[in-house]
């Protein structure tokens, strides 16, 4: 295919990587891996109804009670837009026109700059998915922090209007004790939130905190021997850590001083939605390379806030 062009290319991309694209930041982020998620074709951004109130109907009954009023559930519509992600990458035109219209060739040309291109988009969705969405003027994805507060419109629910919709808050803890972690667990499983929680996210500080305090509290020494080649190894330090159960999960990168406790599993559950169709625009030359904007819509979406927990301004 000689003559090849860097339209030939663009439509290429387009036709035949979206997919790819989709499923290569989907393995190299790691909230991705954790959250439910789901591929969609496009169209607005994510819809979802928040059940508040259960039907009043369910009860127990016998032999003779007269039949029940009709019931239902109580609900409110909950909306998000669509946020975007986008990166370049860049190519010699020389490097191109010497591949002479084989897209193998030029498929290997592209390999190097995706695979750090699709880092870097896991890398900044890991980062927005644990925001609370106001970097960049607001664009980035409406984020954990912005679903666990106890004020501010989310989703189009206003709590000042819908008291109910507010996540638990614990805020400027300060020095971290057993009781804050009690307390929130005791709130959270607690009528009226009932909820049922899978994990807490923190940042390596945070969970370093985390780690000394249980091992204070639990008046235990984290040391393992191990009689390897060479002599004897010692072994410090927590590996892993839970609370009642609930896993304690670090996420690499994360430096904000608090604790966001998710549940995943109830009608609080959490999804991350993506837009299959990764979409590569082409740029005006830099140079001699051929520029190309790779983007995509992402958001992530919080079933029922009321069901969340955090607790915030963490300092030891």
Same mark, same amino acid.
């Given at each position: 295919m000689p003559g090849l062009v860097s339209s030939d290319i663009t439509n290429f991309l387009n036709e035949e990587m979206p997919q790819i694209m989709a499923d290569a930041v989907g393995r190299k982020s790691m909230l991705f891996g954790m959250f439910p998620h789901k591929f969609v074709t496009g169209g607005p951004g994510p819809r979802w109804n928040v059940t508040y109130a259960g039907n009043s109907s369910v009860q127990s009954f016998g032999d003779g009670d007269a039949p029940l009023a009709a019931g239902k559930q109580s609900?409110?519509?909950?909306?998000?837009?669509?946020?975007? &992600?986008?990166?370049?990458?860049?190519?010699?035109?020389?490097?191109?026109?010497?591949?002479?219209?084989?897209?193998?060739?030029?498929g290997d040309l592209f390999q190097s700059e995706l695979d750090g291109l699709y880092q870097d988009f896991a890398d900044e969705l890991d980062d927005q998915l644990m925001s609370d969405g106001t970097g960049n003027s607001s664009k980035d994805i409406t984020g954990i922090q912005a679903v666990n507060a106890d004020s501010g419109s989310?989703?189009? &629910?206003?709590?000042?209007?819908?008291?109910?919709?507010?996540?638990?808050?614990?805020?400027?803890?300060?020095?971290?004790?057993?009781?804050d972690l009690k307390t929130a667990m005791r709130d959270l499983t607690n009528t009226p939130r009932k909820a049922n929680p899978s994990f807490m996210l923190m940042g390596p500080a945070v969970w370093d905190i985390c780690a000394a305090l249980f091992e204070t509290t639990r008046n235990q020494t984290i040391l393992q021997t191990d009689f390897g080649k060479g002599g004897l190894k010692l072994q410090a330090g927590a590996t892993a850590l839970e609370y009642q159960g609930i896993p304690l999960i670090r996420v690499p990168g994360y430096t904000a001083q608090r604790i966001d406790i998710l549940d995943m599993v109830s009608d609080g559950g959490w999804r991350i939605d993506i837009i299959r169709n990764f979409l590569v625009d082409e740029l005006p030359l830099n140079g001699d390379a051929q520029v190309w904007q790779v983007s995509f819509g992402a958001q992530l979406r919080c079933h029922n806030r009321r069901k969340q927990g955090t607790l915030t301004g963490i300092t030891a």
């Amino acid at each position: 295919m000689p003559g090849l062009v860097s339209s030939d290319i663009t439509n290429f991309l387009n036709e035949e990587m979206p997919q790819i694209m989709a499923d290569a930041v989907g393995r190299k982020s790691m909230l991705f891996g954790m959250f439910p998620h789901k591929f969609v074709t496009g169209g607005p951004g994510p819809r979802w109804n928040v059940t508040y109130a259960g039907n009043s109907s369910v009860q127990s009954f016998g032999d003779g009670d007269a039949p029940l009023a009709a019931g239902k559930q109580s609900r409110l519509p909950a909306s998000l837009d669509w946020k975007r &992600i986008r990166g370049t990458i860049q190519i010699e035109r020389s490097a191109i026109e010497m591949a002479n219209g084989d897209f193998s060739q030029i498929g290997d040309l592209f390999q190097s700059e995706l695979d750090g291109l699709y880092q870097d988009f896991a890398d900044e969705l890991d980062d927005q998915l644990m925001s609370d969405g106001t970097g960049n003027s607001s664009k980035d994805i409406t984020g954990i922090q912005a679903v666990n507060a106890d004020s501010g419109s989310y989703a189009g &629910i206003d709590p000042s209007t819908y008291t109910w919709w507010k996540a638990y808050v614990d805020a400027a803890v300060g020095t971290l004790a057993e009781v804050d972690l009690k307390t929130a667990m005791r709130d959270l499983t607690n009528t009226p939130r009932k909820a049922n929680p899978s994990f807490m996210l923190m940042g390596p500080a945070v969970w370093d905190i985390c780690a000394a305090l249980f091992e204070t509290t639990r008046n235990q020494t984290i040391l393992q021997t191990d009689f390897g080649k060479g002599g004897l190894k010692l072994q410090a330090g927590a590996t892993a850590l839970e609370y009642q159960g609930i896993p304690l999960i670090r996420v690499p990168g994360y430096t904000a001083q608090r604790i966001d406790i998710l549940d995943m599993v109830s009608d609080g559950g959490w999804r991350i939605d993506i837009i299959r169709n990764f979409l590569v625009d082409e740029l005006p030359l830099n140079g001699d390379a051929q520029v190309w904007q790779v983007s995509f819509g992402a958001q992530l979406r919080c079933h029922n806030r009321r069901k969340q927990g955090t607790l915030t301004g963490i300092t030891a």
